[in-house]
């Protein structure tokens, strides 16, 4: 028995070459009807808010007093717990209150202790500066009408030295009747670089008495009066300058040391 073969196309029958498909084209009409549906799928979901809301709202209604109730509840408890934040607020504003006034106070009583301190120090800076400081004072004059000048002696009684002197002599003659000036002249001495060591006689001034012919005589019988006037002012060492001081000496030659010092005051104008 003979094998039976398979049959083979024919090359002309119309299934044996198969035409290509082609790809399917979208009808305008089906994406109109598509487009049309899509108002749809924005509506579904706001009509489901919409019963919902409505829901809500009926409920709330049907339960107003419940609802007012609940709500008054939380209003409460809300104020309740703010009314503990308040007093636990103001516990705190009144601790740092406190706080503050004792710190004000604990200030107070320091700067009162440090300016108790500051004037403790200020009174014995002040009497160290008065027992150990410069104490300037003039001596007494040397020379008289012979030697026809006088020597004035600055003297420090301190225990430091006084590094600025400053000296202004001043001399003075006039008639003894009337009072009428024959002579004066001012003269200044010293300055910065003046020091004057403590002790005696290592400092001083000479000045010329510039007498003329006759007036040593006048001077010897009392009709002519001669004054020697020093004013002065110092440095006592720490940097504190004095105020102006002088004295006043008259020359005298009834006098043991010639010269004495100036009368002041007749004491007349003092009451009987």
């Known amino acids: ?64 007093g419940a609802v007012t109730a609940v709500a008054t509840l939380v209003i409460a408890a809300l104020t309740f717990f703010y009314v503990l934040y308040a007093r636990a607020q103001w516990h705190v504003m009144d601790r740092q209150l406190t706080e503050m006034r004792s710190s004000g106070k604990q200030t107070d009583q320091l700067i009162y202790l440090y300016q108790k301190q500051v004037e403790q120090l200020h009174m014995q800076l002040e009497s160290f500066r008065k027992v150990e400081g410069a104490y300037i004072g003039t001596g007494q004059p040397q020379g008289g009408i012979a030697s026809n000048e ?89 940097g504190n300058v004095s105020d102006m001081k002088g004295t006043c000496f008259v020359y005298n030659p009834k006098h043991p040391a010639v010269w004495d010092a100036c009368p002041t005051s007749d004491f007349s104008h003092l009451p009987k």
């Open 1 to 64: 028995m003979a094998d039976q073969m398979p049959e083979t196309p024919d090359a002309h029958s119309p299934d044996s070459n198969p035409v290509p498909q082609l790809s399917q084209t979208t009808n305008p009409h089906d994406e109109h009807k598509n487009s049309g549906k899509y108002p749809q799928y924005v509506m579904r979901p706001l009509k489901a808010i919409k019963t919902v809301f409505l829901f809500v709202v009926g409920w709330l209604d049907t339960n107003d």
């Open 150 to 238: 006088v020597a004035i002696a600055l003297e420090n009684y301190g225990r430091i030295p006084s590094p600025r002197v400053w000296i202004y002599p001043h001399i003075y003659r006039f008639t003894s009747k009337d009072h009428q000036i024959i002579y004066t002249k001012d003269y200044t001495y010293g300055g910065d670089q003046t020091e004057v060591p403590p002790g005696t006689g290592r400092y001083g001034v000479r000045l010329p008495l510039e007498l003329k012919e006759g007036e040593a005589e006048r001077l010897q019988t009392g009709s002519e009066i001669m004054w020697l006037a020093v004013s002065f002012k110092y440095d006592d060492g720490f």
